[in-house]
């Protein structure tokens, strides 16, 4: 199903629809976007680059098409269409008065974990905190997959061999 791709600079292209989904905040479609790539044999050939982009923002649909065909999923019932968002920033819980490992930890501010009345850390200083010896990040509110590929990097999870998710 055509459809028209909106580019980060602004330009248009047309691109291929195979799926859109209903997420809370929004709507991502499936697209396939034309493209060329090198072989191994040093030649050049048609390709597509597969991506999900946000619309209507990044979409825009083609007069006289019909995208009733699409295959669509919706949030289910009772499930807001738009996302709740955390408060902002991370809180540091100190574990005792002695020092030595497991010492801290940090959560974010609304964390059932999170103790109360202590400042809010920007995420500058909440990956200081982070970096220290005895300090755990929280599994619980998700301060530890927010804030450890910040503090380890990206890499882990991608397959450099194929060039996707592993």
Same mark, same amino acid.
């Given at each position: 199903? $055509? %459809? ?25 479609? #499936?697209?396939?976007? +034309? ?10 050939? @048609?390709?597509?680059?597969? %991506?999900?982009?946000? @619309? +209507? ?8 098409? *019909?995208?009733?065909?699409? $295959? ?7 499930? $807001? ?11 540091? @819980? ?6 030595? +490992? ?15 009345? %202590? +400042? ?5 200083? @909440? ?28 890499? #882990?999870?991608?397959?450099? *061999? %194929?060039?996707?998710?592993?």
């Amino acid at each position: 199903m $055509p %459809v028209r791709v909106v580019l980060p600079d602004g330009q248009e292209i047309t691109a291929r629809l195979y799926a859109r989904s209903q997420v809370p905040g929004g709507w991502l479609y #499936d697209v396939g976007l +034309p493209t060329y790539r090198n072989t191994d044999q040093g030649q050049v050939e @048609a390709a597509e680059y597969r %991506v999900c982009v946000e @619309a +209507p923002a990044h979409v825009r649909p083609l007069d006289g098409i *019909s995208y009733t065909d699409v $295959p669509t999923t919706r949030l289910p019932d009772g499930i $807001p269409d738009t996302p709740t968002r955390r408060p902002a920033g991370w809180v540091l @819980a100190r574990l005792g008065n002695s020092r030595g +490992p497991g010492r801290a930890v940090l959560h974010a501010p609304d964390c059932a974990e999170a103790p109360a009345g %202590v +400042p809010v850390l920007s995420l500058d200083q @909440a990956l200081a905190q982070a970096e220290k010896p005895g300090v755990r990040l929280c599994t619980l509110c998700g301060a530890a997959h927010e804030l450890d590929p910040v503090l380890h990097g990206f890499d #882990d999870g991608f397959d450099h *061999s %194929v060039g996707t998710w592993a």
